[in-house]
């Protein structure tokens, strides 16, 4: 019984969008419970696939919340 647990940020792909859509997670979901069977030949009806949004300020990387670091990383380019 595979289980998948996807993060994503809780910002939309352009503007005016704040989050995914419930087709988009629904072809996540799918895509991904298709892989498992392909590769893995796990049956798609035991794979359990969670997806949660976090919002933007609750991730880090590099020792820094996201909106900060692509901050400094849009400073630096120009």
């Known amino acids: 019984m ?5 993060q994503i940020t809780r910002e ?5 969008r704040n989050a995914a859509t ?9 895509g991904v419970s298709q892989v498992l069977l392909d590769v ?13 949004e976090v919002g ?3 991730w880090g990387w590099g020792g820094l919340p996201v909106p900060e670091l692509r901050k400094r990383l849009s400073a630096e380019k120009k």
């Open 56 to 58: 933007l300020a609750n």
């Open 40 to 52: 893995l030949k796990k049956p798609m009806d035991s794979t359990f696939v969670v997806i949660e």
């Open 2 to 6: 595979p289980m998948v647990n996807i």
């Open 22 to 30: 419930a087709e988009e997670k629904a072809a996540v979901i799918r």
């Open 12 to 16: 939309g792909t352009g503007p005016g």
